[in-house]
């Protein structure tokens, strides 16, 4: 909470993604869908969605691992340490 870089969109973002994680009982590789983020965050367009998509990855707070396969979802990295400073 006391980053300055993080707005409302990254939080919305960050509680969609552990959201997914405690459904799949996950708590550091959680298994992700573009859509599935964006109605957790209530984001509504693409550039919104990818642009504090990509500043978590920036931050530090989360690893990205794209899955490229249409049988396979996309897996984020909780980085803990990052946000056990902030939260």
């Known amino acids: 909470m006391d980053d300055p870089k993080l707005s409302v969109w990254h939080l919305a973002l ?5 959201s997914l994680g ?13 859509s599935k983020l964006m109605q957790l965050s209530h984001i509504n367009t693409l550039p919104t969605y990818h642009k504090y ?10 690893k990205y691992s794209p899955s490229y396969h249409p049988g396979y979802k996309s897996e984020v990295e909780i980085n803990e340490n990052r946000l056990s400073q902030e939260f």
Do not use: D, H, M, P
């Open 14 to 18: 960050l509680a969609a993604i552990l």
């Open 22 to 34: 405690c459904r799949q009982g996950e708590r550091k590789r959680i298994k992700v869908s573009r």
């Open 53 to 62: 998509f990509k500043q978590l990855q920036e931050l530090g707070y989360i």
